[in-house]
């Protein structure tokens, strides 16, 4: 199988990029400022005999850092074909979950046994407003027959946008599911740590979050924050500080799960990037300081199943601002402790997975999702 490759529209023609992969499965990582460049993509893979599945993403990620512009072609098992599937937005979680379920049916009934437990790779429209109650149903009707994982694409700006795409469609509100042999492990690590007392969601719908603890959210929010770290915010700065001092969901089991706050209403509600259950124990996070530590860690969990050909990482877009340009020293310190050969991957805008293996599927703002290629 061909290696994947990074293409620049501005240094080579698509067509003569996209040849070497004839016939094959391609998926494609696309920034968001190379959106134009998707028709003529489907017109060359279509004339070509390649099956593509792409997707759009704010950047993406080489071993050299973040591009603006660009496409990562990654040539994959023609008998790991994904399935595109649109959404219906005023559906419920269960219904949506179960159409989704029932077009995976086919392929799971024809997985061999042999291959292990696939895990289901799921790459969303980072607009959809109710993820992490997809993720449950999809959980209700699977359970343990996959492992999970998986990645938001869209804009970094939250502005609605078609950014998955096949050979003929370019949707928004949409699914890209993919079926992975267990050789593929993804891994997912986060680092946020405690900092204040526990609060409640006394009233939150979706991803807004109306009222802690009986107080308008943002005037609670900004009490926390100048109680913590002398800061005051105001509105408009809202979203420069929120990456730095996101929201935590308290589990029962003492997980913790990150949600970045990136709006605020004129009402006062926080606008956060995934959903916040009513009534749900919150509490205010402090972001990783160091850009390393919690990169080796990956690294040594990943060294486990041995070294990997390649790497297939995403990086929290809101992590990427935390850092700033401390994030490249992240993705360097987790590429060259894994003995992996190639980096590829995006900045993504929400992501998928376990903070231990075989625990029930989570949706994750803030974190790395790493994958070990070149084993699928």
Same mark, same amino acid.
């Given at each position: ?5 990074? &293409? ?26 190379? +959106? ?60 949506? @979950? ?6 995976? +049916? ?61 050979? &003929?469609?370019?949707?928004?509100? @949409? ?20 900092? !204040? ?46 990456? &730095? ?41 402090? !972001? ?10 990956? !690294? ?16 929290? !877009? ?48 803030? +974190? ?9």
């Amino acid at each position: 199988m061909m290696q994947p490759a990074f &293409h620049s529209f501005d240094t080579q023609p698509l067509a003569e990029a996209l040849r070497p992969y004839r016939g094959q499965r391609l998926d494609v990582l696309l920034t968001e400022q190379d +959106a134009e460049h998707v028709a003529d993509l489907q017109q060359q893979c279509s004339h070509l005999e390649i099956q593509l599945s792409g997707a759009l993403f704010p950047r993406l990620i080489s071993r050299h850092g973040f591009h603006e512009r660009g496409a990562w072609l990654l040539p994959r098992p023609a008998s790991h074909a994904p399935l595109l599937i649109p959404l219906d937005p005023v559906a419920s979680a269960d219904e949506q @979950a179960r159409r989704l379920c029932d077009a995976l +049916a086919p392929q799971l009934a024809q997985w061999p046994p042999a291959e292990g437990i696939p895990t289901l790779f799921l790459t969303f429209d980072a607009m959809i407003p109710n993820i992490a109650s997809l993720l449950e149903g999809i959980y209700l009707h699977l359970a343990d027959r996959v492992h999970y994982a998986g990645v938001n694409a869209g804009s970094g700006q939250f502005r609605p946008m078609p950014c998955l795409f096949d050979n &003929h469609r370019l949707l928004e509100q @949409a699914v890209c599911c993919t079926l992975l042999p267990h050789r593929s492990y993804p891994l997912l690590e986060h680092g946020y740590q405690l900092t !204040a007392q526990p609060m409640l969601a006394t009233s939150s719908e979706g991803n807004k979050i109306s009222f802690i603890d009986w107080q308008p959210a943002f005037s609670r929010y900004q009490a926390l924050v100048q109680q913590q770290f002398q800061q005051r915010l105001t509105p408009e700065q809202f979203y420069q500080y929120g990456v &730095h001092l996101p929201l935590g969901l308290l589990r029962a089991n003492g997980d913790v799960i990150v949600r970045i706050p990136v709006a605020v209403t004129d009402e006062g509600a926080l606008l956060c990037v995934g959903e916040v259950p009513d009534h749900s124990i919150l509490t205010l996070l402090k !972001a990783p300081h160091s850009p390393t530590t919690h990169a080796i860690e990956l !690294a040594e969990k990943l060294s486990r199943h041995g070294a990997p050909e390649r790497l297939e990482i995403y990086y929290c !877009a809101g992590r990427q601002q935390h850092f700033g340009e401390q994030s490249t020293l992240e993705l360097e310190t987790l590429f060259s402790h894994s003995g992996a050969h190639q980096l590829v991957g995006a900045l993504s805008l929400g992501e998928i997975g376990n903070l231990r293996p075989g625990d029930y599927p989570l949706f994750h703002n803030g +974190a790395i999702l790493c994958n070990g290629e070149g084993l699928r």
